[in-house]
């Protein structure tokens, strides 16, 4: 079904009349998106609990921008309130306070002056109820308020500011029956009239019911957005249906189904510990679209997130007969396998849950905007040609679950507001602020790391990195571990020498019959026996004075071949064991004293009868290990741990370990804090010689310490928060050094893997064999 016979007319005019110049334009973008090199970048991060207090859980869902682009609004459902934050200097956002709404608001809209704010006061699922306040941004006043049909959801303004629609969703209540609809009362659409003053705006209902073949009784409507024919594409997500409706008259001019689509090279298994196994196959998936953008006035995009029965776990162009016109596929979620955001807890639902879209011109150039939910990146496209093919540009990192994205393409800005929220988990609600900006060879600043294909066509899965090697025969060559959150142990190979660094291959480790071992592998040290073999540090499990969780594992140098066959294990001694806390091995470092090759561990945290922190000035003290792997003699001393500082309390302890030269050690010391809570995040040198290691049973000697590098500014200059578990280390023979942080798997995280390299830290080494002086 047409729009209208004109509508189409015009169409076939302006393509056999401007028919060269389309076709000049296509194969010339390309080449100028080349030229410009511009890229969007993440330059700052607003934890919206600036507007309320640091210990209140806040919720930043949908986000709209003044029309000068200085002021954001954003709704937060969990305080009930409006937000505002001043962007004039988008690097430095500042608060602007915050204004309650009578009810939980679900979205914001922005119109000329004023914040049109959709707020659910329903007090149960079959009495759904809301309101419209009519909010101006400057005064940070409600001017108006209308009563609203229903529980509201999406509100969208039309871009000639003549007309406001707002999704009356009246939601189910999925703990009712089996979840599914129908359950009255049905949702439907609102048209406000922009008329006059706020207080004169008259609302029109527009009746959804009996169109979608799916619950055609229980019209669930989700999203909104409007072209500037004023005509609006409604997405009702649950009926798996899309609505087309005429604002001016209120009238349906056409609705289809949002259809089914397979999927392959997927992963659907939700194992534990986690694998990324991207080998299964959907068919007839439903896409359920949540969030819907237009591209053009005939062409608009769906993020196909799910709900009931499907979740393509991709994105849809689709025109406005309902022709497809482009589907991701399985993209996405090999592009987030690729980039370590993959969230493996989510396979068997909805993977990387596409969320919203967002489009919007810059600088002549067409952008289209993809919010995953679950692994927390926007996905950015360029739009090409007149078939308005989304070609990927690149992938920026977000807070924990992007929920709405708004263009500011007058400041060359984007914004997107992340709803997640738990101070204990080290996440907090944010908003985002990225720029289109000129960048070096057009490269962005995120991916910091990205994996090869397999044989297969497949990404190589990665992620909760925390440990790092240099290879000592090739510079360009660093070896990662990743810890007990994924099974099947394994050394990622990377490349260093490009950026962002390039995993080119994966050695995974399988015990003397060829088995595969699940360690919880925390450090990795190339052998200073220049053999190709490793050694890595797999942490133990448990404590002995923790009845909450008893020991299940011991911590162990597991010594591994070039191609990941297991050599030997090495467990500590029986007396060391007997006083085991779960905070143990975390990092390991093998060098040559004479002709022996020698292994230095890092402990994390102190053990029972080890140096506890008992004031405020005494942080406690760590074990540093010494295993001689000609003797099989482990011997000890103490490392000196700074003092907590971050308001939010927790511990400060060791993640890694790397050698240096003559004797000196490189280690990260730092806190279980993030965000603003953050505090130390510090990289210390010690020496080991003059020290005795003594065994246990004997009093340690307690090294010295010199402060190297407080990591906290380069954290901060990220754009991000500041993550919390920087667990890998590695220093080159030039002295430069790399760090990242472990993502945990995206889980609780939002997955952002940050590997810096700093250059010229540290003094350049051959590598020279080391004899330790113990007199």
Aim: charged share 25%; net charge negative; glycine share 8%.
């Amino acid at each position: 079904m047409h729009i209208n016979s004109d509508i189409s007319r015009l169409k076939v005019h302006t393509y056999t009349v401007f028919g060269v110049i389309v076709l000049v334009v296509f194969f010339l973008l390309p080449f100028a998106a080349l030229a410009d090199g511009r890229v969007f970048n993440r330059i700052a991060t607003f934890p919206v609990y600036l507007n309320t207090d640091m210990g209140v859980e806040t919720v930043a869902e949908i986000v709209d921008a003044s029309k000068d682009g200085n002021t954001l609004v954003y709704t937060d459902s969990e305080t009930g309130k409006l937000g505002f934050v001043d962007i004039q200097r988008p690097d430095n956002p500042q608060a602007l306070g915050a204004i309650d709404v009578g009810g939980e608001p679900t979205s914001v809209a922005v119109a000329g002056e004023y914040a049109l704010v959709a707020v659910n006061t329903s007090p149960s699922f079959i009495s759904p109820s809301g309101h419209l306040h009519v909010v101006h941004i400057g005064m940070q006043t409600i001017v108006a308020t209308h009563k609203l049909a229903g529980q509201p959801d999406s509100v969208a303004v039309s871009p000639d500011e003549r007309y406001a629609a707002i999704v009356i969703e009246n939601e189910r209540d999925e703990d009712l029956g089996n979840g599914e609809p129908p359950q009255a009362p049905a949702g439907l659409l609102q048209i406000v009239d922009l008329t006059g003053v706020p207080a004169d705006w008259s609302i029109r209902d527009v009746n959804l019911d009996n169109l979608a073949d799916l619950f055609p009784g229980d019209a669930e409507p989700e999203y909104v957005d409007i072209n500037t024919d004023n005509i609006a594409v409604v997405t009702m997500q649950e009926n798996n249906h899309i609505v087309l409706i005429d604002l001016a008259t209120g009238t349906i001019i056409n609705h289809f189904s949002a259809g089914l689509t397979d999927l392959h090279q997927i992963d659907t298994q939700e194992e534990d510990p986690a694998l990324i196994s991207l080998t299964d196959t959907l068919t007839n998936v439903a896409r359920e679209p949540d969030g819907v953008t237009w591209i053009s006035n005939e062409v608009f995009a769906t993020a196909d997130e799910g709900d009931l029965f499907g979740g393509s776990r991709g994105f849809t162009l689709f025109d406005t007969d309902g022709n497809i016109l482009f589907e991701a596929g399985n993209t996405l979620e090999h592009e987030v396998v690729r980039l370590g955001h993959y969230p493996d807890s989510r396979s068997g639902n909805k993977g990387n849950e596409p969320e919203n879209v967002e489009f919007a011109e810059y600088r002549h150039q067409q952008y289209l905007f993809v919010a995953s939910e679950r692994s927390s990146v926007i996905f950015v496209y360029k739009i090409k040609g007149r078939h308005h093919k989304p070609v990927l540009k690149q992938v920026l990192p977000a807070g924990v679950g992007p929920e709405g994205i708004k263009a500011i393409p007058n400041r060359n800005l984007l914004v997107a507001a992340s709803e997640n929220d738990s101070r204990d988990d080290k996440y907090r609600s944010v908003i985002t602020i990225y720029q289109l900006e000129k960048s070096n060879h057009g490269k962005a600043n995120y991916p910091t790391v990205f994996s090869k294909n397999r044989d297969d066509g497949t990404p190589i899965p990665w992620g909760a990195l925390s440990g790092f090697a240099i290879d000592p025969r090739h510079e360009k060559t660093l070896y990662a571990v990743h810890d007990s959150f994924y099974q099947q142990s394994r050394i990622y190979v990377m490349n260093i020498h490009k950026k962002p660094a390039v995993i080119t291959g994966e050695i995974i480790l399988k015990d003397q019959n060829g088995h595969t071992v699940n360690l919880d592998a925390e450090g990795i040290a190339a052998s200073s026996n220049r053999d190709g073999s490793f050694w890595i540090a797999s942490e133990g499990a448990g404590s002995v004075d923790d009845p909450g969780r008893p020991v299940t594992s011991l911590n162990e140098l597991v010594h591994v071949a070039a191609d990941g066959v297991i050599i030997d294990t090495v467990t500590l001694p029986d007396s060391v064991n007997a006083k085991q806390r779960r905070f143990g091995f975390e990092g390991v470092a093998s060098v040559k004293e004479g002709d022996n090759e020698v292994l230095y561990v890092a402990f994390q945290r102190p053990w029972i009868g080890d140096p506890e922190p008992n004031n405020s000035d005494d942080g406690g003290q760590v074990r540093i290990g010494r295993y001689d792997t000609a003797s099989r003699e482990w011997t000890f001393a103490y490392y000196p741990l700074e003092v907590r500082q971050s308001p939010n309390g927790g511990w400060v302890g060791l993640s890694e370990i790397t050698a240096l030269r003559d004797g000196r050690f490189a280690v990260v010391e730092r806190d279980n804090q993030a965000n603003t809570d953050a505090r130390i995040k510090h990289i210390y040198a010690f020496s080991v010689n003059n020290v005795i290691f003594r065994p246990e049973g004997e009093t340690f000697d307690v090294l010295t310490k010199t402060l190297i590098r407080d990591l906290m500014p380069d954290l901060e200059a990220t754009g991000g928060m500041v993550l919390e578990k920087i667990e890998s280390l590695a220093v080159t023979r030039k002295g430069d050094m790399l760090f990242a942080n472990d993502n945990d798997g995206v889980d609780d995280s939002n997955g952002e893997t940050q590997l810096i390299r700093i250059n010229g830290v540290f003094e350049k080494s051959r590598r020279d064999t080391i004899v330790r002086s113990t007199d």
